[in-house]
């Protein structure tokens, strides 16, 4: 796969972000591009402007780990942007087809084995989700249905966090951070797309959102990856109301390219109080679910 436009946006919107100040270097006058020039990231990574001007081009194929690492250096890439930089050369080189992990389940085709999903239910103090790298929800515990109300009532958001964030009103009353929710879901798909250049699933989901989503077209030309960690989130529920989160994200073994992430509140706080009164509206609304079940109405 030709992955060249990719490699040359990529590394001139890392570029442009750098300013001379902050490579050390005199900002000058009358500059005519944002961030750094060719000639400043080629000096600030030991290699001919020439040379680093093919890779700009998008010519990453036989580029050694020692080049990528002075381009990485020169760019301040964070670790996120590191690896991208590494899956994208690989890509180039065709060894991508012997790293990359096999083929990322989707809702419609994966079922998670009964280990996981005891792992899930045994989670109560908190929401837990398995995702793929397409921000497709897999699996969740029961906390977890309850906390993504408003995306598993809607059948064209397909479980896929990305489709709820940019496509979905309900999202801009879910998240108060809206901004930041659709940067970071851009991000993590940008680096997905980077991961595995050859996913269609995540080609086709990535141009729906570009043609139905204005906000999702910006955000993505700006190339930016994330790698969802570890951090804290802000919440609107609509029937508990507002919640501070944090939330740890795990890589998992046995099934790779998917992880777990798993919400959960500071002690003693509201947000705790919160998760627990959502617990029990949610275990009210199964039990009723389940005697309507056990006796229909006639």
Known sequence: MDNREEVRE???????????????????????????R???????????????????????????????EAVARALQLDDAERAHLLHLAQAADGSDALTRPRRRPTTR?????????????????????????RM????????????????????????????????????????????????????????EAGRDPHDKDLHDLIGELSTRSKEFRTRWGAHDVRRHGTGTKRFHHPAVGDLTLAYESLDLAAEPGLHMTVYTAEPGSP???????????????????????RHPTT
């Open 271 to 293: 947000s705790e109080e919160g998760l627990r009164l959502l617990a029990s509206l949610a275990a009210t609304e199964d039990t009723g679910a389940d005697r309507a079940a």
């Open 109 to 133: 085709q994966w079922t998670p084995h009964r280990s996981l999903q005891w792992t899930l239910d045994a989670i109560t103090g908190g929401p837990a989700i398995v995702c793929n790298g």
């Open 136 to 191: 497709d929800i897999l699996a969740a515990n029961p906390l977890a249905r309850a906390f993504y109300v408003d995306l598993f009532a809607t059948a064209d958001n397909q479980r896929n966090l990305a489709r709820f964030n940019f496509l979905d009103p309900a999202s801009r009353r879910f998240y108060p951070d809206w901004e930041l929710f659709g940067g970071m879901a851009v991000a993590i798909l940008r680096r």
């Open 10 to 36: 990529f590394l001139t919107s890392r570029r442009a972000k750098i300013t001379p100040e902050r490579a050390g270097l005199p900002a000058g006058s009358r500059r005519r591009v944002p961030g750094l």
């Open 38 to 68: 060719r000639s400043e990231v080629a000096a600030l990574a030991d290699m001919s402007v020439e040379y680093y001007a093919k890779l700009e081009r998008g010519n990453l194929a036989g580029a050694s780990p020692a080049v990528l």
